[in-house]
């Protein structure tokens, strides 16, 4: 299950990695449901299952995930203008205005976010109208119905998913709290894998660049017993019971999210016994030792508890 219909068109090598988590082979048909707000991007991903030669059981739900049902509104790039804006820049005599115009507004086009602007909108909006010579307004607002985890596994009579992919330009923590919930309530079985897009510095404003809804979903996570394997601009996490239970998963995530400490070197396997108390809670370790958190303004990478404090 992805939001934003991600896992469509694993054109990218880490979605092509989450796929081979699923526990389907090579003669069954891939099934999952997409979920996407914006028309303009639902109706190319209807065409590219339509034309896929391969098996598929997918559906695409025209919507947003969140974390209540009821309708909302989203931001988005206005209909139509990359298109008309192309056919204006066409006659520009810069091909490096026409460029960076095209490059923005395919940006844009991926910051459709709910119930407020992306942080990033207006200064990307910025960018095209001043290369393009416009003053045109190209923001958009449209009414969107809100799904929760539940309503979109209940519209198709699933029990579950075994692979979550989550990018939803703010909106991640909402859905995965709509997750825990069901979960937690026996109604669907926990996602085996799960990724999400970890931006806090561009969604909280304590200024240390740790947000602290991600933070505390972190935390849920792990109480549920999921292991944080991997934390860059993106989380990913797997359900250890699960893994525990299957050594085709337990091989996938030994092979693609063993981690080395960057400053001893030591490995740290996921399907390590040691893994939960060695990893670490929430993203503490991830942030580099405390010595290097307090000179250090990036991630520098995963070190292990003997390191943290040296």
């Given at each position: 299950?992805?939001?934003?219909g991600t896992?469509v ?111 990033d ?61 069901s ?122 508890s ?5």
């Amino acid at each position: 299950m992805g939001t934003y219909g991600t896992f469509v068109e694993p054109t990218q090598y880490w979605l092509q990695i989450l796929l081979e988590a699923c526990s389907k082979d090579c003669s069954e048909s891939l099934r999952g449901i997409g979920v996407d707000p914006v028309e303009e991007t639902l109706g190319p991903l209807e065409q590219v299952l339509a034309q896929s030669q391969e098996k598929s059981e997918v559906s695409l739900l025209f919507g947003a995930a969140g974390e209540t049902s009821g309708e909302q509104t989203v931001f988005c790039l206005k209909r139509g203008v990359r298109l008309r804006l192309r056919k204006v820049m066409e006659k520009h005599p810069s091909e490096y205005a026409r460029v960076v115009v095209d490059m923005h507004l395919a940006y844009l086009e991926n910051m459709s976010a709910i119930g407020g602007l992306h942080p990033d909108f207006k200064q990307n909006e910025r960018k095209v109208k001043k290369s393009a010579g416009i003053d045109e307004c190209l923001i958009e607002q449209r009414p969107v119905h809100i799904y929760t985890f539940e309503d979109i596994l209940k519209m198709h009579n699933a029990s579950g998913c075994e692979v979550l992919i989550i990018d939803a330009e703010g909106s991640d923590c909402a859905i995965l709290r709509s997750m825990i919930q069901s979960c937690e309530r026996g109604f669907f079985s926990w996602p085996q894998v799960i990724r999400f897009e970890t931006r806090g510095s561009l969604y909280c404003s304590n200024g240390d660049g740790v947000c602290e809804e991600e933070e505390d979903v972190l935390f849920k996570l792990q109480q549920h017993h999921y292991l944080l394997v991997e934390l860059w601009g993106d989380a990913t996490l797997v359900h250890q019971p699960a893994l525990s239970a299957c050594h085709r998963l337990a091989a996938w995530a030994d092979a693609y999210f063993m981690l080395r400490c960057y400053v001893c070197s030591r490995d740290l396997r996921p399907s390590s016994a040691s893994f939960t108390t060695e990893c670490g809670q929430g993203s503490v370790q991830w942030r580099g030792t405390l010595r290097d958190q307090g000179t250090l303004r990036w991630c520098v990478g995963w070190c292990c508890s003997t390191c943290l404090t040296a």
